[in-house]
């Protein structure tokens, strides 16, 4: 209540938007919303206290968590409705991506307070088994920055005239394990490899001296054109199955040379197309040598 009465410019927002949202309701059933917003955020912050500053095992035996059980009964009648377009996305992970997430952010699993963060997320898997086999997209999100994630969400949900297939092109090292949401993979280790020029090797295949050396290779020429040619000749198909997004990943040894200048050079020419194309060098960004040989360079 002393919120509600002294902070005014925030009580104008809440009344306006209360307004907006429930034009149906009179002047003073809005009033008596908002006055009931204010206390309501009053107590959670309250709540907030009082769980950040208590121990959590004492409140256990006094507090229940309601609302899982029912979400399947409630949810599924939604997404079987005819007369609703729904679209159930489902975000997903390899354990260990998981787990290396709830670590850095210091946040312990829901699902396994007293225990191992990783017991938390097997048992979080097997409940949502069920959700996850209704989905209508699975995102695996291991690989994925957040900048990523959004453009694949955009290119998928955004809304347009058209359909439109929104394309990812990916360099990779093979010792580190293929891209988890690879649609196409291509291994360029055939070509030459800069790691064996003593100039080249601290560079990538986003530096031209390391361009001009890959394209001196014999193989190459006919290699990124068929590459190419292929790759715009699929796309019509692949949106013809209403396919909304497309991830091709190009892998060399080290992620560094080969499979980055490839990656540019597939990423150009479908760009030419008019598609959204987005590059990722998932084992070169970030790199601290690769930031230390750019600065020497």
Known sequence: LLAFRLARSRRHIAEVNIRLCFPELTSAQQS?????????????????????????????????????????????????????????????????????????TRRPHPLAADRPVIDGIRRERERLDWLRRRADLTVNTTDLAIRDLRRLLEGHFAEALEPELSIFVTSFSYPRGLPADADLVFD???????????HLRP?????????????????????????????????????????????????????????VFVAERVAEALKKTGRQVGVRHRDLDGDPQRKEARESA
């Open 32 to 104: 008596a919303l908002v006055r009931k917003a204010f206390i309501a955020n009053g107590i959670g912050l309250l709540e907030i206290g009082i769980a950040w500053f208590r121990d959590p095992a004492k409140l256990t035996g006094i507090t229940q968590v309601h609302g899982l059980e029912h979400f399947e009964h409630d949810i599924a009648p939604l997404l079987d409705r005819a007369d609703l377009d729904v679209t159930l996305l489902f975000l997903d992970g390899d354990d260990e991506a998981l787990r290396r997430r709830f670590t850095e």
């Open 188 to 198: 360029v280790r055939f070509l030459a490899n800069p790691h064996y020029v003593d």
């Open 203 to 259: 560079l990538s295949g986003l530096d031209l001296s390391v361009g001009r050396h890959i394209e001196a290779d014999s193989a190459y020429a006919d290699f990124i054109a068929s590459l190419k040619d292929m790759l715009i000749s699929l796309l019509p198909a692949y949106e013809r199955e209403g396919k909304s997004y497309l991830t091709i990943a190009v892998g060399c040894t080290g992620g560094r040379h080969r499979s």
